[in-house]
């Protein structure tokens, strides 16, 4: 009745339009169709996401590659030589403790001879304080103070790099002023070979045992190119003659026991100086 009524009024009637549906990839905000996500050929889900995150993770690019290694080749540059040092530290201990117990076994030879130290060699040149010349090198076993410290590798210093002679030594003994008496205590080196070593030093003929050098870290360069030698002998600096034979090895200082038997770590400035007296550190007085 209603759509007749209309009729006669001359008004037309039209179905009302349906409310306009958002379009594909578009959203509906109170009423109003909004652009949505795009989409990639279907509707995007949690699975879709996490998985183009994995793809993304799983590499990197080049330019990050370059700043990771740049850092890794700035610290292995700062840490490398804190590690060598660390390793030469823990050399350096391990001489020390070499060379003490080599002069503990020298002080308990010196006990049992009258309280006369080791000779650096005999009339022969056969035996020495390290051990017998043989052909084929030196028989550490047959040293003197074999008895007293029977590890022969005690007598090799960690951080040597000396050409080896057949000493299988880092360690040098004073043989000038300790091993031998041509450096008597008030007088001077007579080197007087027809009696060679003669009477070595003893424990009364020191007057500073404390500060009279008995062993140190030891090689010789001899200027035939070959580098340094080892060097069962360290001479006091007055009669090195341009061929020092102590070792400054360990960051440029030479391990050190003296006729008391403590050991110290000394650079050539000390070791050698020559005030207030020459050989200050080697002499018997």
Same mark, same amino acid.
């Given at each position: 009745?209603?759509?007749?009524?209309?009729?006669?009024?001359?008004?037309?009637?039209?179905?009302?339009?349906?409310?306009?549906?958002?379009?594909?990839?578009?959203?509906?905000?109170?009423? *109003?169709?909004?652009?949505?996500?795009?989409?990639?050929?279907?509707?995007?889900?949690?699975?879709?996401?996490?998985?183009?995150?994995?793809?993304?993770?799983?590499?990197?690019?080049?330019?990050?590659?370059?700043?990771?290694?740049?850092?890794?080749?700035?610290?292995?540059?700062?840490? %490398?030589? *804190?590690?060598?040092?660390?390793?030469?530290?823990?050399?350096?201990?391990?001489?020390?403790?070499?060379?003490?117990?080599?002069?503990?076994?020298?002080?308990?030879?010196?006990?049992? $001879?009258?309280?006369?130290?080791?000779?650096?060699?005999?009339?022969?040149?056969?035996?020495?304080?390290?051990?017998?010349?043989?052909?084929?090198?030196?028989?550490?076993?047959?040293? +003197?103070? $074999?008895?007293?410290?029977?590890? +022969?590798?005690?007598?090799?210093?960690?951080?040597?790099?000396?050409?080896?002679?057949?000493?299988?030594? &880092?360690?040098?003994?004073?043989?000038?002023?300790?091993?031998?008496?041509?450096?008597?205590?008030?007088?001077?080196?007579?080197?007087?070979?027809?009696? %060679?070593?003669?009477?070595?030093?003893?424990?009364?003929?020191?007057? =500073?045992?404390?500060?009279?050098?008995?062993?140190?870290? #030891?090689?010789?360069?001899? &200027?035939?190119?070959?580098?340094?030698?080892?060097?069962?002998?360290?001479?006091?600096? #007055?009669?090195?003659?341009?061929?020092?034979?102590?070792?400054?090895? =360990? =960051?440029?200082?030479?391990?050190?026991?003296?006729?008391?038997? =403590?050991?110290?770590?000394?650079?050539?400035?000390?070791?050698?100086?020559?005030?207030?007296?020459?050989?200050?550190? %080697?002499?018997?007085?």
């Amino acid at each position: 009745m209603a759509h007749s009524q209309l009729r006669g009024k001359g008004v037309s009637a039209q179905r009302m339009p349906a409310p306009a549906l958002p379009a594909p990839g578009a959203f509906a905000f109170y009423g *109003v169709a909004r652009p949505g996500p795009p989409r990639f050929g279907g509707r995007i889900g949690r699975s879709d996401i996490l998985r183009r995150l994995r793809l993304r993770s799983k590499g990197f690019t080049l330019i990050e590659l370059l700043v990771v290694i740049a850092i890794i080749a700035i610290l292995a540059a700062l840490l %490398f030589p *804190v590690f060598a040092q660390a390793r030469e530290k823990a050399r350096q201990a391990t001489c020390l403790s070499n060379i003490r117990q080599i002069a503990l076994a020298a002080l308990m030879y010196a006990s049992d $001879y009258d309280e006369v130290f080791v000779p650096y060699t005999d009339t022969t040149w056969t035996y020495y304080w390290a051990g017998k010349r043989t052909p084929e090198g030196l028989d550490r076993k047959a040293s +003197p103070l $074999y008895p007293y410290a029977k590890t +022969p590798e005690l007598q090799r210093c960690p951080s040597t790099r000396a050409v080896s002679r057949g000493f299988g030594t &880092g360690y040098g003994y004073n043989w000038i002023y300790v091993g031998s008496d041509i450096g008597p205590a008030g007088g001077t080196v007579t080197y007087d070979w027809s009696r %060679f070593p003669g009477e070595p030093a003893s424990l009364v003929d020191l007057d =500073h045992p404390a500060t009279t050098v008995m062993f140190a870290d #030891s090689e010789v360069d001899w &200027g035939m190119g070959d580098g340094p030698e080892e060097s069962i002998a360290v001479t006091a600096p #007055s009669e090195q003659y341009g061929y020092n034979d102590i070792g400054y090895r =360990h =960051h440029r200082t030479a391990s050190v026991v003296f006729c008391d038997g =403590h050991v110290r770590a000394m650079p050539p400035a000390v070791l050698e100086s020559t005030l207030p007296i020459e050989d200050e550190w %080697f002499r018997r007085d």
